[in-house]
């Protein structure tokens, strides 16, 4: 057995349906089983299996960190946490990333718009900016 790479359990901001409520739970039971009997590998099967040694997940999120500002690590509830990551690394989360669907959805609704100067009579442009939200 061996480490898989994940990108941590997130908080649920949607309720889940009965059906993904339950799937959710036999995967967490299934899962937990497996790592009760599967001992935590120390030697790398990542070009054979894609399973990463907890070093090498560290190692691989420590360089995602420092190229992408938008990852970082984080602790997560004690009660969960895994003895073979360090106490202050148990996964990573990606935060303040566009998306893309979002800013298409956006882009429709708020068009370019043209107003008016009381003023002078002139046309003055004006352009929306979305926020910076996730």
Not at 14 to 22: G, I, L, N, V
Not at 46 to 75: H, I, Y
Not at 105 to 130: C, F, I, P, R
Request: aromatic content about 8%; some cysteine.
């Amino acid at each position: 057995g061996g480490f898989r790479s994940f990108a941590g359990e997130r908080k649920r901001s949607r309720k889940m349906s009965a059906f993904d409520s339950m799937k959710h739970a036999v995967h967490t039971v299934f899962k937990d089983a497996v790592e009760a009997v599967m001992p935590v590998s120390n030697v790398s099967q990542f070009r054979d299996k894609g399973v990463l040694t907890p070093e090498e997940f560290v190692s691989a999120g420590d360089l995602l960190v420092a190229k992408c500002p938008s990852w970082s690590w984080q602790a997560g509830e004690a009660a969960k946490a895994k003895d073979y990551l360090p106490k202050d690394k148990q996964y990573l989360v990606t935060r303040n990333v566009p998306c893309y669907r979002r800013v298409d959805a956006l882009s429709s609704s708020v068009k370019e718009t043209q107003m008016t100067d009381a003023e002078d009579s002139e046309w003055t442009e004006t352009v929306a900016v979305a926020g910076a939200g996730g």
